[in-house]
């Protein structure tokens, strides 16, 4: 398999002398598309083994297969003409009566666009991308962690509250929601597809026939509001296995009012990252009850989790601290969670977990609609030993989670096995409706260091402001500079 961030920093450089892609954002758009037909035409080649009667959807020209893989092939204006003026058109205008692949490719593409210029770098970042065989790599997080590497050279996507969810927190929230074959799985908010691929991986754990493989082609879904994340999330799941992800739709889950998801549309599970610091757009606010009007995502998503969940239904989910301790809208969603549901458990992350994309505290909400909450554990998650935080190089990994694992106990038993240690502390419902809903409760086992020494505290303070005026100073003389030019 070649190694992943030389593969893309190599087909980046190639990008960087094109014109047309001349920011991340092109970039990253142009080989979603790319990728796609590339993962699309392997698993074709693979259906076309095991299927005597599969025919592909798309015209024999269209194919990746036929134009793409010579290294040798159609190049330079010869490319440029056939992808603007062939190639995408026909992929926006694919029409076939019934074939539900058809329809998922003509969705795939309907926003797609070609920002190269040059068609002779084009064939370098195909012929590149022609060095992966999807299909021989024993590593199917492949895909993912190309994505991965990607989103973290897109510097403007923590700005709108996306952020890639590390592969261990994905998993450690599927592995502890634990879907089991049968049941309906949601992710309202699903980025390129990270939970729903772990919990189809999860699901296959437990297949024992072909009729449990075909129950988990279709028992999930998911909602992406952006056109790119949702062609990276098919791709990825037609990577996983999926044959026709067409139960991934490209809308805004919450531009739809609440009282229309009705009792057909409920989950047994919903496991979800939604997005977070970012705001939704005017008049979205309106689609719920006025007690819970707000233009925080993260706040409206969960409201819409306790909705869409059948009685008995089970969700995980990540959300930042401010839901916690926040007050006002925030305070009556809280109390309605405690009411209508048993929360039952909140992992609390170390900082850094998100990096590089926002240093915002994140937390693992776990809970179960249907019966109202008692008292709610909490697990302070630590750093692994010797480690100050996370970083790009050194990410958190599922083996960390270990202790939790080990911890968790089973709900059916109210958790019996729990018990309090460093780590890990309960709270009654009586306490925090005392605190008015407060969430955000800290560690009692580990001691109240308090603010610090102020004789040593003042000092560095008043060195922070020399440093701020310092800083102030130069920026006013560079501008006046620029100015007087």
């Known amino acids: 398999m070649p190694n992943v961030s030389n593969l893309v920093k190599t087909i980046q450089d190639i990008m960087r002398k094109d014109a047309g892609t001349y920011g991340d954002a092109q970039r990253l758009e142009q080989l979603g598309w790319m990728f796609f037909l590339k993962i699309f035409d392997d698993r074709e080649k693979e259906l076309e083994l095991l299927r005597d009667d599969y025919r592909s959807p798309l015209p024999e020209r269209l194919r990746w297969s036929n134009w793409a893989t010579d290294d040798e092939g159609i190049t330079g204006d010869a490319l440029l003409d056939f992808v603007n003026n062939d190639l995408l058109p026909r992929l926006k205008a694919l029409t076939s009566v019934g074939d539900r692949l058809a329809g998922l490719i003509r969705m795939s593409f309907e926003d797609a666009n070609n920002y190269m210029k040059n068609g002779t770098l084009m064939r370098q970042v195909i012929n590149k991308i022609n060095g992966i065989d999807f299909n021989a790599s024993d590593d199917r997080h492949m895909f993912g962690d190309i994505y991965e590497k990607l989103l973290k050279d897109l510097q403007s996507a923590g700005n709108a509250g996306e952020f890639y969810t590390p592969r261990a927190v994905t998993q450690f929230i599927v592995e502890q929601v634990d879907p089991r074959l049968g049941e309906t799985i949601l992710d309202p908010a699903c980025g390129t597809g990270g939970f729903l691929t772990c919990a189809v991986e999860h699901l296959r754990k437990q297949a024992k026939t072909e009729a449990d493989e075909r129950g988990i082609q279709d028992c999930f879904a998911g909602i992406e509001k952006k056109h790119l994340p949702h062609v990276l999330c098919m791709t990825n799941l037609l990577l996983h296995g999926i044959d026709v992800p067409s139960n991934v739709r490209h809308d805004n889950t919450l531009a739809r009012p609440l009282r229309d998801w009705g009792p057909k549309e409920r989950v047994d599970v919903i496991v979800t990252n939604p997005p977070f610091g970012g705001m939704e757009e005017d008049g979205i606010e309106a689609n719920f009850p006025a007690e819970f009007r707000t233009r925080e995502t993260a706040d409206l998503f969960l409201v819409l989790l306790m909705k869409i969940l059948k009685p008995g239904g089970r969700a995980g989910l990540v959300l930042p601290d401010g839901t916690l301790f926040g007050e006002g809208v925030k305070t009556r969603i809280k109390e309605a969670l405690l009411t209508d549901c048993n929360l039952h458990t909140i992992v609390r992350l170390p900082n850094g977990v998100f990096n590089p994309y926002t240093g915002i505290r994140t937390n693992l909400l776990f809970f179960t609609k249907g019966v109202p909450t008692t008292h709610v554990w909490y697990y302070e998650h630590p750093y692994p030993p010797g480690a100050k935080s996370y970083n790009k190089g050194k990410p958190i990994r599922i083996e960390e989670f270990q ?47 308090g603010p610090g020494n102020l004789d040593q505290l003042l000092p560095e303070y008043e060195q922070l402001l020399d440093q701020i005026a310092e800083t102030r100073a130069q920026l006013k003389a560079q501008l006046m500079e620029a100015l007087t030019r």
């Not at 958790?415 to 925090?432: G, H, L, P, Y």
């Not at 008015?436 to 580990?446: A, E, Q, T, V």
């Open 403 to 449: 202790p939790e694992r080990a911890w968790w106990g089973e709900e059916k038993d109210g958790f019996k096995s729990r018990v309090e240690n460093e780590q890990a502390w309960r709270v009654s419902v009586d306490q925090i409706k005392a605190g008015n809903f407060n969430l955000d409760l800290k560690n009692p086992h580990k001691a109240d260091t």
